[in-house]
């Protein structure tokens, strides 16, 4: 089993639609990243957080420590959010990161 | 343009080839990381560097598989004797782990990869 979880592998929305996406983890972690990749690979970091809330424009994320699980939300979907979303936690003293295995997002004009 | 590059881009070599990738970080970021991603994965964490030093590496690097950060700046990863099992990105990302800085200690900046193909 994966240490890093993530639901659904694939997502297709209708623009406007509001969009979630789930990542729970078995490790204790001292951060968890919510990363976005275009196709061609670049990865640019959306979130990293410890606890509670944070949001970005039309993106929210959260924690829930005690459950180990994390939400990336966006709000009013856009054909431009289609990309790869990776859930990736960073554990304790350790210096790695693990990686979900992302989830693939296309929203339909 | 200030974030992290990777040289190539691109990368199509023959089994039994070296390569050698090179990651050029964020100026004045301590630490480089390495990591291999596999169609349809996330990234796997192979090694990283604090300064110059290479502190940590994944039992996925094997012998074949060597990195350097010989002045604490840019980075190189070569591959000796090329499978075809090597095929991948190669993701470079470097942070800075100097606290203070609106706690977003040791937030990772990733370039655009390196995709490699052995044919």
């Known amino acids: 089993k994966n240490e890093v979880e993530q639901s659904p592998q694939n997502l297709t929305a209708q623009e406007g639609e509001f969009i979630t996406i789930n990542c729970s983890y078995s490790?204790?972690?001292?951060?968890l990243h919510w990363l976005q990749q275009h196709p061609g690979g670049g990865i640019v970091s959306l979130f990293m957080l410890s606890s509670g809330k944070k949001k970005h424009g039309r993106l929210i994320a959260t924690i829930n420590i005690q459950e180990k699980h994390s939400s990336l939300h966006i709000t009013a979907s856009h054909p431009r959010d289609s990309a790869v979303y990776i859930c990736a936690v960073r554990s304790g003293n350790n210096n790695d990161m693990r990686f979900g295995a992302g989830t693939r997002l296309t929203v339909k004009p | 343009d200030t974030g992290v590059s990777q040289d190539p881009r691109h990368k199509i070599t023959k089994r039994g080839q070296n390569v050698t990738f090179r990651c050029d970080p964020i100026?004045?970021?301590?630490?480089l990381y390495w990591y291999r991603q596999t169609l349809g994965q996330g990234p796997e964490f192979l090694t990283y560097?604090?300064?110059?030093?290479?502190?940590?590496k994944s039992r996925l690097l094997s012998d074949r598989f060597s990195a350097e950060r010989p002045k604490g700046s840019f980075s190189t990863l070569e591959i000796q004797r090329t499978e075809q099992g090597d095929s991948a990105m190669y993701l470079c990302a470097s942070s800075d782990t100097k606290l203070g800085r609106q706690g977003r200690s040791n937030e990772q900046f990733f370039g655009p990869g390196t995709r490699l193909t052995v044919l």
């Open positions: 560097f604090q300064n110059e030093a290479q502190l940590e």
């Open positions: 490790v204790g972690i001292s951060a």
């Open positions: 100026s004045e970021h301590n630490r």
